[in-house]
């Protein structure tokens, strides 16, 4: 492990950030670039043990300090103590990166009540009883920034992913809800994504075919979302903002 250098220059130096899901995919890399900017940084992970020690120590690599939290985030429970469990394994948290989430291609006629409310309670119910505990444990003397990872979808929304879609957009409106409500202290942004990964079971030909309907012709790389994350951060004149980073693809 690196020793920790100087990072007073930077421009996250002497704040702390929670991911949620930062194992691995998108999560990882947010939080990676979050670890370079000068945030100290804490990994969130349910299940993928061995890849949030590996993104941990990655982070430590780069001289940041860091710490390892657990839960399933569907448990709400879990979901509203996570702030302090991460204040204690590391340093209060003055950003918090909404990140965790399920994603089940079902569509409406096939989506049962267990479906719909796992959706919800990880998708909705956790960024907010997180941001809760978040407001109430911002230290008097701290400013604060909330970032939701959403999706291009919540803007757009149609038949497909019925209830991971609209569980994205009860987040939009709670990224909206919590702009006003925690202004001025706390800025409360979000990342719409298009397709930056394929989801892990996805086919070869899925990538192509998406790429169709993507104007720019292209796939946004997850490293793209992190470069807007850092735009979010470092903007304190912009709340309440969604970024769409997808190629286009709200538009057809
Ligand atoms: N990938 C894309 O192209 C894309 C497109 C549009 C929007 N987005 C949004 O961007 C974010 C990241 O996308 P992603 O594809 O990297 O996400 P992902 O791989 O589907 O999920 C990220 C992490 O969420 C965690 N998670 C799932 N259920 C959980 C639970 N019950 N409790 C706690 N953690 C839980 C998992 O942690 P463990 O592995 O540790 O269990 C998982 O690694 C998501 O909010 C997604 O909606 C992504």
């Known amino acids: 492990m690196k020793a920790q250098e100087d990072r007073s220059g930077q421009p996250l130096a002497g704040r702390t950030a929670l991911v949620t899901g930062a194992a691995r995919r998108v999560g990882r890399v947010l939080a990676l670039a979050l670890a370079r900017a000068g945030a100290a940084v804490v990994v969130h992970h349910r299940r993928s043990e061995q890849e949030?020690?590996?993104?941990?120590?990655?982070?430590?690599?780069?001289?940041?300090?860091v710490a390892l939290v657990k839960g399933d985030l569907a448990d709400p429970d879990v979901a509203a103590g996570l702030i302090d469990g991460a204040a204690r394994a590391l340093a209060p948290v003055d950003i918090l990166v909404n990140n965790a989430s399920v994603f089940e291609n079902a569509a409406?006629?096939?989506?049962?009540?267990?479906l719909w409310d796992e959706n919800h309670a990880v998708n909705l119910r956790a960024p907010f009883l997180l941001s809760?505990?978040?407001?109430?444990?911002?230290?008097?003397?701290?400013?604060?920034?909330?970032?939701?990872l959403n999706d291009w979808?919540?803007?757009?929304?149609?038949?497909?992913?019925?209830?991971?879609?609209?569980?994205?957009?009860?987040?939009?409106?709670?990224?909206?809800?919590?702009?006003?409500?925690?202004?001025?202290?706390?800025?409360?942004?979000?990342?719409?994504?298009?397709?930056?990964?394929?989801?892990?079971?996805a086919s070869e030909a899925y990538g192509h075919e998406l790429r169709r309907s993507i104007p720019l012709d292209r796939w946004?790389?997850?490293?793209?979302?992190?470069?807007?994350?850092?735009?979010?951060?470092?903007?304190?004149?912009?709340?309440?903002?969604?970024?769409?980073?997808?190629?286009?693809?709200?538009?057809?």
Do not use: M, W
């Not at 993104?55 to 430590?60: L, M, S």
């Not at 409406?108 to 267990?114: L, N, P, R």
């Not at 793209?224 to 057809?252: K, M, P, W």
């Open 220 to 252: 946004p790389r997850p490293e793209e979302a992190a470069d807007a994350l850092l735009f979010l951060l470092t903007n304190s004149a912009v709340t309440g903002q969604t970024i769409l980073i997808d190629g286009g693809r709200h538009l057809v």
């Open 52 to 65: 949030a020690a590996a993104t941990a120590a990655e982070i430590a690599q780069l001289g940041a300090p």
């Open 132 to 148: 809760r505990a978040f407001a109430r444990a911002l230290p008097g003397d701290r400013r604060g920034d909330i970032v939701n």
């Open 153 to 201: 979808r919540a803007l757009r929304p149609g038949a497909d992913h019925f209830a991971y879609t609209v569980s994205k957009v009860g987040l939009g409106g709670l990224t909206q809800s919590l702009a006003v409500a925690l202004a001025p202290r706390i800025r409360v942004n979000e990342l719409a994504l298009g397709a930056v990964l394929p989801p892990e079971k």
């Open 108 to 114: 409406f006629a096939d989506t049962d009540c267990e």
